[in-house]
Every structure is written in C-alpha cells, then in structure tokens.
C-alpha cells in the first residue's frame, strides 16, 4: 500500500490525496462543516463494505459467480458528540439469486476475511447479514 498525504483545506474541509495514483477524495465534518463531502466516518464505512466486497471477488471468479449487482450497506450505531465513538457496525451484504450452499460458504468466508473489518476492536459489535433473494 502506498502513503495518503491529508491535507487540511480550511472551513472544516479535508483533501486525502494518493500521489502514486494521482487520485484524490474531499471530506468534511458533518457537524460543523457545510456537509457537502463524505465524512471521515463515511468514509471508513465505504472502506470496510469495499473491503469486503473485493475480499469476495477472487473467490467469486473461481466460482463462476457475478457480483456486479451485489451491494452492501453499513449502518453505524456511535456515540454522540463531543467524543464520538464506534459502538456497533452492523453490516447487510444483498447477495445475487441461485448460489449454491458450498458457494455461499465460501463467499462469506471471503468477505469475513477483510482486514478492515478485522481490524476493529472487540468492544465495537460486529454484525454481518448476507440477504440471499431465493
């Protein structure tokens, strides 16, 4: 993995910037910026449903199975400002129709092995859901 260089904007605005990429995401505090970016939160939480959702894809290939439908939401439960803290994550992964059993062992064991969704602490809940249509 490369080095991000944050920088601070002003007026509660961030800019992450990955040189080696040349790609750059705006973030803003969504208490007392203008709420016109992602925050810093929204952020982390995109990371961790991406995280999983590639950690599926190599095992998603072998198997044959298309995930471009697939979809993962995240919902956060924290605790309110000033200190703003990670209580419960809670996860739904929207799984595509006619997976087999051993199939869908195998993509949850995939997504499961995200190392951001590794990385949190045992005192934030974790819960995964994969919703499956049939």
Do not use: W
């Not at 000033?82 to 993509?107: E, S």
């Amino acid at each position: 993995m490369g080095t991000l260089t944050i920088t601070y904007d002003g007026d509660q605005h961030c800019t992450a910037t990955d040189p080696a990429k040349n790609r750059s995401v705006a973030m803003d505090c969504p208490y007392t910026g203008k709420g016109e970016e992602l925050s810093p939160g929204d952020l982390l939480q995109a990371a961790l449903a991406g995280c999983m959702l590639i950690a599926m894809g190599p095992t998603a290939a072998r198997e044959g199975v298309d995930l471009r439908d697939v979809t993962v939401s995240v919902v956060v439960d924290s605790a309110p400002p000033p200190r703003i803290a990670y209580r419960a994550i809670t996860v739904r992964v929207r799984m595509p129709p006619g997976l087999t059993d051993l199939q869908r062992r195998k993509l949850q064991r995939a997504a499961e092995s995200c190392p951001i969704k590794n990385s949190f602490r045992e005192t934030i809940t974790m819960r995964v859901d994969f919703d499956y249509p049939d």
